[in-house]
């Protein structure tokens, strides 16, 4: 019995040791990938929830302040950690197809607008529940008389 619970916490222990090593190198993964994408000119995301794009950054001297933009002709000075992210340049970006499909869905509203087909949105989701109801009403209707 003795034995058992010195092999589980020899286990556990384990277990913990390796769990941390995983953890310390991703998160040096990370950090090198984070390092590789903050170069001046990349937009990046800062912690107190600023945007701005890098004109200048030390990766060698950390403890050296990076030049920050956050407007035209505006920059800051911050501490190289300040800076949380990078930010994926891709990130909302609407596709062409997307854009084209909304500017169709957007005409086809506006068309049931001036022929008074549609008033509102929320006529649009009223309608749609009158619709429901009726059609549940028809088929409680065909459930409770059957035709013979």
């Known amino acids: 019995m003795d034995i058992l619970l010195i092999v589980v ?3 556990l222990l384990g277990f913990m040791f390796w769990n941390s090593r ?3 190198q991703r998160a040096k993964v990370e950090q090198a990938e984070k ?3 903050t170069v001046p000119g990349a937009e990046v995301l800062l912690q107190g929830g600023l945007y701005g794009t890098i004109v200048e950054f030390d990766p ?7 030049l ?3 407007a035209p002709g505006v920059e800051i000075k911050v501490h190289s950690q300040a800076i949380l992210r990078v930010v994926d340049p891709d990130e909302g970006v609407v596709s062409e197809d ?9 005409a ?5 607008v001036a022929d008074g087909e549609i008033s509102s949105l929320s006529d ?7 619709a429901q109801a009726e059609s549940d009403q028809r088929a409680a209707e065909r459930k409770n008389n059957p035709e013979a």
């Open 9 to 11: 916490l020899v286990g």
């Open 22 to 24: 995983r953890r310390m």
């Open 98 to 106: 997307e854009f084209i499909e909304s500017e169709a869905s957007e």
């Open 35 to 37: 390092a590789r994408q």
């Open 108 to 112: 086809e509203y506006i068309a049931g």
């Open 124 to 130: 649009d989701h009223k309608a749609e529940l009158r």
């Open 60 to 66: 060698e001297n950390l403890d050296q302040p990076a």
């Open 68 to 70: 920050i933009e956050i």
